[in-house]
């Protein structure tokens, strides 16, 4: 079991940058593949982002490719999205995830999930 709590949300202007984290209690930090999600109103939760249990591997929704680094700290429990250049349709809350392995997959499901932080960008 492990609970999450999301960080660094707030509200930015078209441009800006916001580095997102996610902080993780319980033990063995690096057994779970961790990611964020993010709910725009009015629409489904997307995939924004993934990481593997050491870190060395991720992935990217296309949205998020460029302009989002996800990265973690195992020795902090801690995961970190960091967006620049914000744009408007950025919006949305953000949700970190986690999965039960280490090893991400889109076949895994997301076991466990913090409350969400808020992201808004003005245009």
């Known amino acids: 079991q492990v609970q999450l709590v999301e960080s660094g949300g707030g509200l930015v202007q078209a441009g800006d940058s916001l580095r997102l984290s996610c902080a993780a209690s319980?033990?063995?930090?690096?057994?779970?593949?961790m990611g964020w999600l993010r709910q725009a109103p009015g629409k489904e939760r997307e995939f924004v982002a993934a990481?593997?249990?050491?870190?060395?591997?991720?992935r990217y929704a296309d949205s998020a490719k460029v302009r989002f680094t996800i990265s973690r700290d195992n020795a902090k429990n801690t995961m970190y999205l960091q967006m620049n250049i914000l744009k408007p349709e950025d919006t949305a809350v953000y949700y970190c995830?986690?999965?039960?392995?280490?090893?991400?997959?889109?076949?895994?499901?997301?076991?466990?999930w913090g409350q969400g932080t808020q992201v808004t960008v003005s245009s």
């Open positions: 995830a986690a999965m039960r392995t280490p090893y991400y997959s889109t076949t895994y499901e997301w076991a466990y």
């Open positions: 319980g033990r063995s930090f690096n057994n779970y593949a």
């Open positions: 990481i593997s249990g050491s870190g060395a591997i991720t």
